[in-house]
């Protein structure tokens, strides 16, 4: 279900709002360079959860390997363009 | 010489490890062992149902001649054991060992224990010990410790192709990590330093 406020002003950035929902941060917030050092939620768990979210928000699959570089937003969006993938 | 490895007792902000002797198996530790969710992606324990003869030969495998250490990773405030910690291989001609990590207590995945069991390992072997090479072998869905390793400033150095059968039958690969002393000390220059010391024996 989408909420009132979504529907209203969908974000701007797919990255930014799916970082936003997993760790619970304003997708305004977000950057290019926030990573594990600048989100103190972002820790091996929820990498995992963000991996799971990113897949589902983008329909994709990312391979290991993927997993293990996406250790900014900088990267992700970088790994989802090299994917051939609209961010 | 044996001995003097039951003395290193590593404190972190959060969790210390404590080394690990017969007196800590327990039926907690053994059920960690024998859970599938726990043991997916280690190697050895999940092919063979773990008892407490089988635990006493490992535990005891790490007093005997060859240099390893194993450790109880536990809270820093009560002292409740989460999980355990391995420096194994330790070649002292070349300078290298090997770390391996547990975190049995589910509740505490995601509570940052990896990580600063990972850190205190590092700086026992590369300060204490004065190993100039640390490595890791993961298998590729592992996707928490490499998550763990990459941020901690390990490389991935190499692929093992289709080494490992996980429980489901799937084979996966390997992938090989390690971090140099160099990397460790530009990193710990770089970084605010953290609440982390080894009590002295």
């Known amino acids: ?12 950035d797919r990255i930014a709002h799916v970082i936003s929902a997993v760790f619970g941060i304003p997708a305004e917030a977000v950057t290019d360079d926030d990573s594990p050092d600048t989100i103190p939620q972002w820790d091996s768990l929820s990498h995992i959860n ?33 994917r051939g993938v609209a961010v | 010489m044996v ?13 210390r490890l404590l080394p690990f002797t017969e007196a800590h198996i327990s039926d907690r530790y053994i059920g960690w062992l024998n859970d599938t969710i726990v043991n997916r992606f280690t190697d050895h324990v999940r092919w063979v149902r773990q008892t407490h003869e089988t635990v006493l030969a490992y535990v005891r495998s ?44 589910q509740r505490y995945w995601g509570q940052g224990a990896s990580i600063e069991a990972i850190e205190l390992m590092e700086r026992f072997a590369f300060e204490t010990l004065g190993l100039r090479r640390l490595t890791a072998v993961t298998l590729a869905p592992n996707h928490a410790m490499n998550f763990s390793l990459k941020r901690l400033g390990f490389t991935m150095e190499g692929k093992l192709r289709q080494a490992f059968r996980l429980s489901s039958g799937d084979y996966v690969d390997g992938y090989c990590w390690a971090l140099l002393a160099e990397e460790w000390s530009a990193r710990r220059q770089a970084a ?6 080894e009590v002295a024996p």
């Open chain 2, 192 to 197: 605010v330093p953290r609440k982390m010391s």
């Open chain 2, 62 to 105: 790490f007093y005997q001649e060859t240099e390893k250490y194993m450790w109880g990773v536990s809270l820093g405030d009560t002292g409740e054991l989460i999980g355990t910690a391995t420096l194994a291989a330790v070649n002292r001609h070349h300078g290298s060992g090997g770390i391996g990590l547990m975190i049995g207590e």
């Open chain 1, 1 to 12: 279900m989408i909420s009132k406020t979504a529907q209203k002003s969908p974000p701007r």
């Open chain 2, 3 to 15: 001995a003097e490895r039951l003395q290193h007792v590593l404190v972190g902000v959060r969790y």
């Open chain 1, 50 to 82: 963000l991996v799971l979210a990113l897949e589902a928000e983008f329909g994709i699959s990312f391979s290991p390997e993927d997993v293990m570089e996406m250790l900014s937003v900088r990267l992700i969006r970088l790994i989802l363009t090299e």
